[in-house]
């Protein structure tokens, strides 16, 4: 009886701990399909100090191909409101009179890849968290804004530093697109098979540095000449708005921001994304021949 027994729990072994094993490795999940809600904060020329007091709306969709339990890429679409303004400059004198201010929409694309910590099977009890980093690259539009007397005015078609004026032919104006790269981390958790939450932050580098539209030197204001009705042009008057917090401070080439530093922005959203499929398929082994 007891050798019976000895050989019965080796039998169960055998067949018994190499299927978990096996059924484990064949949990696949496909792919997800995600949303993510949050805010955006943008660092740059009016924020040199990355103060994260004017954070505004973003939020995301995307596309997970899982590879692994470790490993999987995505495409996401990204709507951020990024913005900031010298008001909030107030440690800084001179940025404070400089009075300048901008908002605009920014939405990207990008291809990222993810890398799980451990082991993430949705709904596997023990396998069902892990924290992540990601990386990535993008592109992007934008268009920046001002508002004056209550009125909203792109910033770009101004040439806010010279942009297309004849005394400065090599400043040109810059592109509404850009390229990013996206770096960060998350955490996500299943419910289920179906189901998961996540938290992530992803800071984007960017190739350009007029996102806030200001990045080298005041133009002066011959650069700007006056409207047909011989009064001040709308890109004078934002070109250099010092003079709404006293004495106007744009002299021509006098620094207006920070060329040698590209504008950034970072992204915290809480998703929720749906498991396109999710499944087992253990491979069934077959019993030792030598077991009578």
Known sequence: MKTFFVAAVAVFGVYAFPFKAAAQDAIVQEGEFGIGLGAAHYFGDLNTRAHL?????????????????????????????????DVYNSDNEY??????????????????????????????????????????????????????????????????????????PDRKQYSSMGISIPFGAGLKYSF?????????????????????????????PEAFPPDVNGNPSVAFLLQDRSYETGEAIGIKGRQ???????????????????????????????????IQ
Not at 56 to 84: D, L, M, W
Request: glycine fraction near 8%; include cysteine; hydrophobic fraction near 35%.
């Open 53 to 85: 007091n004017r954070p505004k709306i973003a939020g995301t969709i995307f596309f997970r191909k899982n590879f692994s339990n470790y490993i999987s890429a995505r495409i996401a679409a990204t709507y951020a409101r990024v913005g900031y303004s």
């Open 192 to 220: 289920n098979e179906r189901i998961n939450i996540g938290f992530e932050v992803l800071h984007r580098f960017t190739n350009t540095d007029y996102l806030d539209d200001v990045s080298t030197t005041y133009a002066g």
């Open 95 to 168: 940025m404070y009179r400089r009075n300048l201010s901008f908002n605009s929409n920014v939405w990207e694309l990008a291809l990222l890849g993810d890398f799980n910590f451990f082991r993430f099977m949705p709904g596997e009890p023990g396998f069902n968290f892990t924290p992540y980093i990601t990386l990535g690259i993008g592109a992007f539009s934008y268009d920046p804004f001002a508002y004056l007397n209550g009125e909203k005015v792109y910033l770009r078609p101004l040439g806010t530093e010279g942009q297309g004026s004849s005394l400065y």
């Open 256 to 290: 207006r921001g920070n060329s040698s530093q590209k504008d950034a922005y970072v992204l915290f959203h809480v998703g929720v994304s749906f498991n396109l499929s999710s499944y087992r398929c253990p491979k069934v082994q077959n019993a030792p021949s030598n």
